[in-house]
């Protein structure tokens, strides 16, 4: 029906991966169609082997394209390329203008007022009320009339040089055998980071009972990172190693096929975590929980109990003792609760343990004010 198909997403790395279920079902229901995704070329590492597409269209939106001229020169490219479908799955004045602008017979998705006129169908994004996922095989059922949902989960795979290199990396760190719980602490939002010092106590903890500790995350997260590993007991432990900066997002990938568990806030690294099949325990305080919960049914997400939650703000408004409320009241010993838990019941690499098609709703864990 369509020969050409684009998917357009220019969000971050969390956002970008939860596209790759609707590029999954696309190419089952379209099997013959040419597929390509336009994303942010500096997350490439993320989709641009992804075996459901044909091609990956990379847009410098914060670089070379971030000029009025560049960004008519990047439109006028892409109308050369003649697609019959577009479906815009980010709701931004960006990435609404490329698929406007398209040339595209047929146009779908989420739209931003002024660019909408020249959508075929506009579909209301209602992340706030299910999960992203969902709402985008909401746009496929009532823009296209699909009805055949392939849904693999989070997907992302990597090339042979960035598997082989994180693979050496955590050979020549980890003696062998050693299980390695990674440790995301960073995220975009001040409200989604739990306290470094929570943090700081459980890598003391793990390392006291014999596992190894990975701190992950972008040369952003050095500083808090450094901040953390300051407030721990053992920081001198050979168990204790720091790849804040040095991975590519590949890299980071690679690196956690190798992990037992992940540890971390809400963040892009989380989603890459989910992609990479590794059991995760994440902390949400400001984040909506249908929205963006882990898509992995092995996964444990632990709520916290103030009444405030989920504000969506980028920084907390509250002041003294009451800031970041919303993290101060996810404990420690709760968390580590359920890191045993998922320790016991999986223990092993990531890239040892079975996936299960169609189990990816994770465990919500609804904390009451008096476990605080």
Not at 84 to 94: S, T
Not at 238 to 249: A, Y
Not at 297 to 323: A, E, Q
């Amino acid at each position: 029906m369509y020969k050409k198909i684009l998917v357009i997403n220019l969000m971050h790395i969390g956002d970008l991966l939860l596209v790759t279920p609707i590029l999954r079902t696309l190419r089952t229901n379209f099997p013959a169609s040419y597929i390509a995704l336009l994303a942010d070329k500096k997350l490439a590492d993320l989709v641009q082997y992804n075996q459901n597409i044909d091609e990956c269209l990379l847009i410098d939106k914060k670089g070379a394209d971030d000029t009025v001229q560049n960004f008519v020169k990047f439109i006028k490219k892409l109308r050369t390329k003649r697609f019959d479908l577009v479906i815009n799955l980010h709701r931004n004045e960006r990435a609404s203008a490329l698929a406007a602008f398209s040339g595209a017979k047929k146009i779908v998705g989420y739209a931003k007022p002024g660019f909408s006129v020249m959508f075929t169908k506009v579909c209301p994004n209602l992340k706030a009320v299910e999960h992203q996922i969902q709402s985008h095989f909401d746009v496929l059922s009532k823009a296209l009339g699909i009805t055949n949902f392939d849904d693999g989960g989070l997907e992302m795979w990597i090339d042979s040089n960035s598997k082989s290199n994180a693979d050496k990396i955590f050979r020549q760190n980890f003696e062998i055998d050693t299980k390695v719980v990674a440790f995301n602490i960073g995220a975009s939002w001040l409200t989604k980071r739990w306290l470094d010092r929570y943090f700081a106590r459980c890598a003391d903890i793990l390392i006291e009972r014999g596992y190894g500790v990975a701190f992950l995350g972008g040369n952003m997260d050095k500083k808090i990172v450094a901040e953390c590993v300051d407030k721990m007991e053992q920081q001198e432990s050979p168990l204790l190693k720091i790849f804040t900066g040095t991975l590519t997002l590949a890299e980071v990938a690679g690196f956690l096929d190798n992990c037992v568990l992940m540890l971390t806030t809400d963040s892009g690294p989380m989603h890459i975590g989910v992609a990479r099949n590794i059991p995760i325990v994440t902390m949400f305080g400001a984040s909506p929980v249908p929205g963006f919960y882990p898509y992995d049914g092995k996964d444990i997400l632990i709520k916290t109990p103030v009444s405030c939650h989920p504000c969506g703000k980028h920084i907390c408004p509250k002041s003294g003792r009451k800031n970041l409320e919303c993290m101060k009241k996810i404990p420690v010993e709760i968390v580590m609760r359920y890191v045993a838990e998922i320790l016991s019941k999986y223990g092993q690499p990531a890239q040892e343990i079975p996936r299960i098609y169609g189990n990816y709703q994770c465990k919500v864990i609804e904390l009451e004010e008096d476990e605080t």
